[in-house]
């Protein structure tokens, strides 16, 4: 089992910057593709971005291409969501979670998720 905390969120003016954390327990972290998701309220919860076990490869939505960075550290069991050049739009509460599967893009496959935490940006 693994269990996900995010941190990291907060308000923050348009074309600032965000660092989101998900801290993971567990020791086969290493082992499951994590992803960041977001949802606002009345929304179905969206994808924003994966990161494979296998070789680190990252995949996006497009709206956050160029703007967004997903990493992870698996000796400190965290990956984390670098958000730039923020806009209102990306407003919302942000999920991290994990699968084994390698649908990355697909929400109703992932395994394990976080609690959740807010992201704000002000115009």
């Known amino acids: 089992q693994v269990q996900l905390v995010e941190s990291g969120g907060g308000l923050v003016q348009a074309g600032g910057s965000l660092r989101l954390s998900c801290a993971a327990s567990?020791?086969?972290?290493?082992?499951?593709?994590m992803g960041w998701f977001r949802q606002t309220p009345g929304k179905e919860r969206e994808f924003v971005a994966a990161?494979?076990?296998?070789?680190?490869?990252?995949y996006y939505t497009d709206s956050v291409k160029g703007r967004f960075t997903i990493s992870r550290e698996n000796a400190k069991n965290t990956v984390y969501l670098q958000m730039n050049s923020l806009k209102p739009e990306d407003t919302a509460a942000y999920y991290c979670a994990a699968t084994r599967g390698f649908a990355f893009r697909t929400t109703r496959l992932y395994d394990y998720w976080g609690q959740g935490t807010q992201v704000i940006v002000s115009s």
């Open positions: 567990g020791r086969t972290f290493s082992e499951y593709n």
């Open positions: 990161i494979s076990y296998v070789s680190s490869s990252t």
